[in-house]
């Protein structure tokens, strides 16, 4: 069983930054790939970044070279550097953690990041 929960979300002025976290229960942690999806208003989710158990990342063309995925596998830990930000980056952001033979997926909360002037 894993808990997911999100932190580090606000308000930010375009060209701004934030640093998501993501704190993970359970002591299979290193384990499991670790994700960071969003969902805008009126849009369907999108993956925004993902780093695997063995620390390989991939991020969605709109973030690429302004957010970095990371994890910290002795604090059970997942962030999300979010560096540049547009408005178009508004949106919940939500943690995700999957495995193809562990239990889940599981969810975080979501935390709202709103980018605006």
């Known amino acids: 069983q894993v808990q997911l929960v999100e932190s580090g979300g606000g308000l930010v002025q375009p060209g701004g930054s934030l640093r998501l976290s993501c704190a993970a229960s359970g002591s299979m942690f290193s384990k499991y790939d670790m994700g960071w999806f969003r969902r805008a208003a009126g849009k369907s989710r999108e993956l925004v970044a993902a780093?695997?158990?063995?620390?390989?990342?991939n991020y969605a063309d709109s973030v690429k070279g302004r957010f970095t995925i990371s994890r910290d596998n002795a604090k059970n830990m997942v962030y999300l550097q979010m560096n540049s930000l547009k408005p178009e980056d508004t949106a919940v952001y939500y943690c995700n953690s999957r495995h193809a033979v562990l239990p889940g997926p599981y969810w975080g909360q979501g935390t709202q990041v709103t980018v605006s002037s």
């Open positions: 780093i695997t158990s063995g620390g390989k990342t």
